[in-house]
């Protein structure tokens, strides 16, 4: 058998590139005209390179600064917290025991935080 040198295009290949051109000409750097071309281009594209091919003269897409997972993790941590120190006011404990839990919280926050900047894949 021979390996294929071309991949065909899956429909979410066709929508994200699609998804791209709509912002790029909502950004003003395509006209009204060539973003209609480039979609039809899309939609009748049947592999990635022919996709890869109309996204060349736009710039890449910047990466999120803050990831929702992590935006998500952020504020279950945030909640928690609040929580634990409101049970610890109003039950009048002589020491602030809640300092454990708030230190693991934090931790799993920056582990969490080093391993999306350093881009690992979930």
């Keep these: ?3 294929p040198t071309r991949i065909r295009a899956s ?13 790029a000409s909502g950004e003003g750097r395509l006209p ?3 973003t209609e071309r480039r979609l039809g281009t899309v939609y009748a594209a049947t592999y990635v390179d022919e996709l890869a091919a109309l996204l060349s003269d736009l710039p890449p897409e910047p990466a999120p600064r803050f990831p929702l997972p992590l935006q998500v993790h952020a504020a279950v941590a ?3 917290a609040v929580l634990l120190v409101t049970v ?11 300092v454990a839990p708030l230190f693991w ?5 920056v582990a969490h935080a080093a391993f999306r900047w350093r881009a ?3």
């Design 1 to 3: 058998m021979t390996t």
């Design 11 to 23: 429909d979410a290949d066709r929508e994200r590139v699609a998804r791209r051109i709509q912002r």
């Design 32 to 34: 009204l005209d060539e």
């Design 78 to 80: 945030v909640v928690l």
């Design 88 to 98: 610890w006011a109003v039950s009048g404990a002589p020491f602030f025991w809640p």
């Design 105 to 109: 919280l934090s931790l799993s926050l």
């Design 120 to 122: 690992v894949p979930y």
